[in-house]
């Protein structure tokens, strides 16, 4: 953060208009931004803009990129493609949406925090763990990301992933060879729970509300869980009386969260990945969730979705939890020894 940027104690504000901080090489990544926006009066010149994957196009002058705008003045955000430099007539502007409400955080009425996900050709936006909109374009796989801003925006808060990474190509399952499958012993736990329905070859929910199933009684630190679902899928870790962590498969998106029963909320402890083009939610699906430490990945149909972090809870018993469209198949789950597992071992049958 060098000037026009002016940093206050964990404050960084901007002092002349465009301010530019390029932070790094992005392929697949995230760019979180808190923000205040003071006195950015009402012009229709977005005061915060976050530009994504700009890089040179080989053999001419030009460069491209994607460019979130956001104008908070208004509660509305833009996505743009532009092609620059290449000269008279040449240049290119092209809105991928545009005026995409959203709503300020819970912090106060002038504050408000964005995640940015560039993930192959899937460019979203989030705030308070929900989409805000979402497209496909493939025209950019990677270049640098910056942030540019306005006076009047006071950034208190920028995080990352993938900045600076080289894109992995392989996704594949853990190396995990000691699952137990509980299947037979989360049934019988299913039948003394109201509202929950066992099957000849499923449980399923009758409830309106979420509802859980504990498939290991004794606490636990490292573990992981592997459940057969189609519909919603939660895996519950390191529940204890203070709350839990868990991750849980939607419709559109798999998410990464932590409740305290201190807070009216569950929070997000890592970024939302928004399912490929073509997921059905209704078919067969396999989630597994992997606990070590104090990371959390996930693999979802033998993709690695993501991973977040947690200092919060060290262990817990675990369980799954059952939301209304829940249909639940078979549920595994396995000791981990201690060894670092990586996303590169070999799949495990």
Known sequence: WKAPWVREGAVVKAAANDATSWIGKIADGTVRVRFRALDVGPTNAPPLQISVRATPVAGTTKDVRYLFQFLPQKRICHLLYLEKGGGAGTEKTEYLWREKPFLPTSAGSNEFEFEIHAEGDQLSV???????????????????????????????????????????????????????????????????????????????????????????????????????????????????????????????????????????????????????????????????????GTKIRAWVDGKLIGEAEDTKFTEGTTHIALLPSSVVTKVEIAELDGAALKASDSPSE
């Open 126 to 292: 989030w705030s308070g763990g929900q989409v805000i909109a979402s497209i496909h374009d493939s025209r950019v796989s990677s270049g640098s990301c910056g942030i540019i801003a306005n006076p009047g925006i006071d950034i208190t808060r920028a995080e990352t992933t993938g900045i600076g990474e080289k894109k992995s190509t392989v996704a594949t399952l853990p190396n995990i060879t000691n699952w137990q499958d509980v299947t037979a012993a989360t049934r019988d736990a299913a039948r003394t729970i109201p509202h929950i329905v066992v099957d000849q070859d499923a449980i399923r929910s009758s409830a309106q509300d979420s509802l859980t199933i504990p498939i290991s009684p004794r606490s636990r630190r490292d573990c992981a869980v592997r459940l057969h679902h189609s519909g919603g899928g939660q895996i519950v870790m390191r529940r204890n009386d203070a709350g839990f962590l868990f991750v849980l498969c939607q419709s559109t998106q798999t998410i990464f969260s932590r409740y305290e029963k201190d807070l009216p909320k569950a929070v997000s402890i890592g970024p939302s990945r928004i399912h490929d083009a073509g997921f059905d939610y209704h078919q067969p699906h396999e989630t597994v969730v992997v606990i070590q």
